[in-house]
């Protein structure tokens, strides 16, 4: 099956930079997704990477290693309203041959003054 | 353009009650997803459409769960003999085309909806 892990919390002050880690473990590897959570808020898509290397949208970079079943998320600029849950989610393939996304336990950022 | 909407936003029940939960997606999107959040986790995958079709229902965690989308746009998700357990947030996410068609280095980004909390008494 799969398996994702990423830091249960993580702090970080405004206007700095702050990487999120995720690894994964799973089989028919596709790609790597970032969603953000607000709390009480539904997930939004921040960013996707199919192909090693690093990804940048605006204050937002996403890096993946495929050798090393790693990726990271990459917030610069810090602002109070970052604060929020961040997912990893691998796309891959099942024991059943569906394409489907499975989201890792998420990352709780708390960004202070 | 409007986004995925869910009804109810809130719903409490008896243990034992039947529920349904309602999802619009946004118009055009083939692939529907149903996720369910318990606090501090990430979403748990359900089930996925394909247009009318279950295309994967292997997250769904028992036969008391069910869903289906008769006309490839509206999904209800109906949960019998609710249990205490059931409780969670369950959310709807659509996609343009789904995971299983769109080509692997573009992002199958999914569009979620506000989510509906289920409270199992």
């Known amino acids: 099956g799969q398996s994702l892990e990423q830091p249960s919390e993580v702090t970080a002050v405004e206007g700095a930079i702050v990487q999120i880690n995720c690894t994964y473990q799973?089989?028919?590897?596709?790609?790597l997704s970032w969603y953000q959570q607000h709390d009480g808020g539904a997930p939004t898509f921040l960013s996707y990477n199919a192909l090693d290397g690093l990804e940048e949208t605006g204050r937002f970079s996403s890096f993946l290693s495929r050798s090393d079943s790693y990726g990271y998320l990459l917030l610069q600029e810090l602002q109070m309203k970052d604060s929020a849950s961040y997912f990893c989610?691998?796309?891959?393939?099942?024991?059943?041959?569906?394409?489907?996304?499975?989201f890792g336990t998420g990352t709780k950022l708390q960004v202070i003054p | 353009g409007a986004g995925v909407s869910q009804t109810p936003s809130n719903k409490v029940t008896e243990k034992g009650k039947y529920v349904e939960l309602r999802c619009d997606p946004i118009?055009?999107?083939?692939?529907l997803y149903w996720y369910r959040q318990s606090l501090g986790q990430g979403p748990e995958f359900l089930i996925y459409f394909q247009g009318t079709g279950a295309a994967d229902d292997s997250g769904l965690p028992n036969d008391r769960f069910f869903a289906v989308r008769p006309e490839g746009s509206v999904s209800t998700l109906k949960i019998q003999r609710t249990e205490r357990g059931d409780s969670a947030v369950y959310l709807c996410?659509?996609?343009?085309?789904?995971?299983?068609?769109?080509?692997?280095?573009?992002?199958?980004?999914?569009?979620f909806g506000p989510g509906t909390r289920l409270t199992v008494l």
């Open positions: 118009s055009g999107h083939t692939a």
């Open positions: 996410a659509s996609s343009l085309t789904g995971t299983g068609l769109q080509e692997l280095a573009i992002a199958d980004t999914q569009y």
């Open positions: 799973t089989s028919g590897f596709y790609g």
């Open positions: 989610a691998v796309r891959d393939r099942d024991s059943g041959g569906y394409q489907k996304v499975t």
